[in-house]
């Protein structure tokens, strides 16, 4: 996908990942050497505050650029798409779901129930913790007949390497790392993804502004590579959105009560796993969720 936008892009282009320079599959190890993106000046954003909107813009761009890439190296047929049909939130991890994810939801919706105003969120968290498996399942099942990329599935703050200009501190330029969960599925299972379990809520308020921002690079890169005619429609991908953020949801939820969990509560995964241990929510995660709720409530995906 690189080669194919840079013959187009030139010197324009920007990689969307970092440069993979040796890559082995079978014995005696498996083995992917990649460049260290610490020596070029990348590095991950701060997560406790949720990202704002400059960020939020370079990822949906850079996101939109390996979409349309993506697209056009499918409608090629170049290459086996098939090891991407399923992702790692499919049929035979429910039981981690369950084990994982259902505890923390129920927490919450008591936690939230104790909240003057917020005592309808409590029952819809309630609702979502009983349906949880299913949400996730049908977050993460494939409907051909609408607009699909290889999704990075995984599009979260811990996979977003930033860098920063040296002299005004903003931000400039973004690697996506990670691509083992990638998954043949609709583009918004990485916008939603990326907006609940990372940017700020005065962002995810927003979302119309970011998914055109998203549709116009989307656009403009099919089009640079001679397929215009395969771009969605807006109306077509806010579809998608209202039907993917039960998903969204749900991880968000979970990866922030981890990763903003205070540092003497840090939660053991191994012994949730296990049933041995829980998730303490901290201060700062319970804020970020009384910002979310109505703010998810306004945009119709709760």
């Known amino acids: 996908m690189h ?11 920007k ?16 083995v992917l050497v990649f460049e260290d993106l610490k020596t070029e000046g990348f590095r991950l954003a701060d997560r406790n505050l949720g ?30 798409f098939e090891p991407f ?3 790692v939130y499919g049929k035979n991890n429910t039981k981690d779901l369950e084990t994982m994810f259902v505890p923390v939801l129920r927490d919450l919706a008591v936690e939230v129930g104790t909240w003057p105003g917020y005592e309808r969120f409590s029952g819809k968290l309630h609702e979502i913790a009983d349906n949880c498996t299913k949400m996730m399942l049908d977050g993460v099942t494939r409907d051909d007949n609408e607009f699909n990329v290889l999704a990075h599935e ?4 811990n996979n977003l390497m930033y860098r920063y200009s040296e002299d005004t501190g903003e931000v400039v330029d ?4 990670d691509f ?27 979302y119309e502004f970011v998914l055109e921002e998203y549709l116009k690079v989307l656009r403009d890169t099919l089009k640079a590579l001679g397929h215009e ?10 579809q998608q959105m209202k039907k993917r953020a039960m998903f969204g949801l749900i991880l968000g939820i979970i990866v922030r009560s981890v990763i903003l969990a205070d540092s003497e509560d840090f939660p053991d995964v191994d012994k949730i796993m296990r049933n041995e241990g829980k998730v303490k929510f901290s201060k700062l995660f319970l804020e970020v969720i009384r910002k979310q709720l109505p703010v998810l409530e306004k945009n119709d995906w709760i």
């Open 229 to 238: 005619h395969l771009c969605p429609t807006i109306d077509h991908l806010k």
């Open 174 to 177: 973004l690697r996506l790392v």
């Open 15 to 30: 990689p969307f990942a970092p440069k993979c320079y040796y890559a082995h599959y079978g014995s005696p190890a498996s």
């Open 3 to 13: 080669k194919m936008l840079q013959q187009v892009f030139g010197s324009n282009f």
């Open 180 to 206: 083992q969960t990638c998954q043949w599925i609709s583009p918004a299972i990485d916008l939603q993804r990326y907006l609940l379990s990372s940017a700020s809520a005065e962002v995810v308020q927003q």
């Open 154 to 157: 995984d599009a979260w703050i």
């Open 85 to 87: 049909n399923c992702g």
């Open 51 to 80: 990202l704002e909107m400059q960020h939020t813009l370079l990822c949906v761009r850079t996101l939109a650029t390996y979409h349309a890439a993506s697209v056009v190296l499918y409608k090629k047929g170049e290459d086996n």
